[in-house]
């Protein structure tokens, strides 16, 4: 993780996140979620994560597949893709660096996710 491309992706991901979010609130769900994303790329590997986190059929309070649709905006402002995970595959010579730029927005919106109010599920 670099702190300078961390840095640079604080002030896009707060863009996103208060477009997505407007009112300033974000379910708190997504604080714990991104908050276990880089261990889990770390732990599990970037394509088992992705695919974990795009799974739409989990049952959990948010929908997971939201974030990496957030990181996919900071990464690509005009992807074609929706999905991280197909990006990544499609992009699969590169996967290592995308890895780290993917590593370094999650720690940008997990910074800046802490700068909205957290409103706690139904």
């Given at each position: 993780m670099s702190k300078k491309?961390?840095?640079?992706?604080?002030?896009?991901?707060?863009?996103?996140?208060?477009?997505?979010?407007?009112?300033?609130?974000?379910?708190?769900?997504?604080?714990g979620y991104i908050s276990s994303f880089g261990a889990s790329i770390i732990q599990s590997g970037l394509k088992p994560?992705?695919?974990?986190?795009?799974?739409?059929?989990?049952?959990?309070?948010?929908?997971?597949?939201?974030?990496t649709k957030i990181i996919l905006q900071i990464l690509q402002t005009n992807a074609d893709e929706t999905s991280l995970l197909r990006y990544v595959l499609a992009n699969s010579k590169d996967e290592e660096y995308l890895k780290q730029?993917?590593?370094?927005?999650?720690?940008?919106?997990?910074?800046?996710?802490?700068?909205?109010?957290?409103?706690?599920?139904e």
């Open positions: 491309n961390i840095e640079k992706y604080i002030p896009e991901a707060m863009k996103v996140l208060q477009k997505e979010f407007p009112q300033g609130a974000i379910p708190s769900a997504y604080n994560t992705l695919a974990l986190f795009e799974n739409t059929n989990a049952n959990t309070k948010e929908d997971k597949s939201y974030l730029q993917i590593l370094d927005i999650a720690v940008a919106v997990k910074l800046s996710i802490r700068t909205f109010k957290l409103k706690k599920g």
